[in-house]
């Protein structure tokens, strides 16, 4: 792999990642079109590591005093002055954040009869061409689930309008129950699951629908993906570092690729934001939407000829 390749696979990863697109299902959709029944495993957690950065840096402040919240936490518990009733928002926030990630876990929960977990049939439905309808159906379900959350978000500006309690922000709950949480971390699961299901469209749009306020739901949904791309990078790299054949890359191409997952990775998050507080959602809805709707047609045409039209 180039450089140059590099790059452009790390601004694919920058975008898709936080957008919400899907970046599993565009990868499948790339693969499928070329091709290519695997790709460079280690040179993919690297690409991930490069959009964590990017969350890091958006959201250092937060971070940071989500850090130090929780060893404050960790400090009253210890000399008997933690109490639930009294916790400010960014200690709601930390429980949260943990009881939305316990869903995770279902991950690798054992499916009965197959000898797989939940992960294994993940992996094998994203790699395979057979499977390859599911990107459409899923690209369709976040569309779907998108139109949702915007509909929901417009009833809670409605109303809030006619209340006078409009803020800048919009409308609706500054934080999440722990209902909302579960939700939202059952959403999260779904989205590891199904390639082409957006995991920051689907928890979004999950979190509008319980009537959270839609930047807290978003900022919510990033913060929470830092510790699951974490995760998901450190089950990998011990595969992609055993992998025959060693990296199968330059560290020139692969330090150009993670720059460029992290810059383009960052200035995402930021033309998200945007767009929701500008109400310009519907960009996705169409653009998820259409994409999918031409996968289920490809995917439908080739099975009906028995092989891959790209190929």
Known sequence: MSIFE???QGVVQ???EFLPVSSSGHLAITQHIMGVTEGNLFFNVMLHIGTLVAVVA?????IWRLIKEFFAIIKDVFTGKFTFKNMNHDRSMIFMLIIALL????????????GMN?????????????YFIIVGISLLATSILLTLGNIFNNRLIDKAKKNGTLTENGAGKQSLTIVDAIVVGLTQCCAAVFP????????????QMRGVNRQTALDF???MAIPSILAAAVLELSDALSAPGGLGISIGAIIAGMIAAAIVGYLSIVLFKWLLKTNKMYIFVVYTAIVGLAVI???IVEMSIGHNIFT
Not at 197 to 207: C, E, M, N, Q
Request: aromatic residues 14%.
């Open 14 to 16: 920058g975008l898709t």
């Open 58 to 62: 958006f959201y250092y402040k937060l």
């Open 103 to 114: 869903p995770l876990f279902l991950l690798f929960m054992p499916i009965p009869f197959t």
């Open 118 to 130: 939940v992960k294994d049939f993940a992996d094998v439905i994203s790699g395979g061409e057979e």
């Open 196 to 207: 082409g299901l957006s995991r920051s469209g689907s928890t979004l749009a999950a979190g």
């Open 297 to 299: 047609v490809v995917s």
């Open 221 to 223: 949904t990033f913060i």
């Open 6 to 8: 590099a790059i452009i």
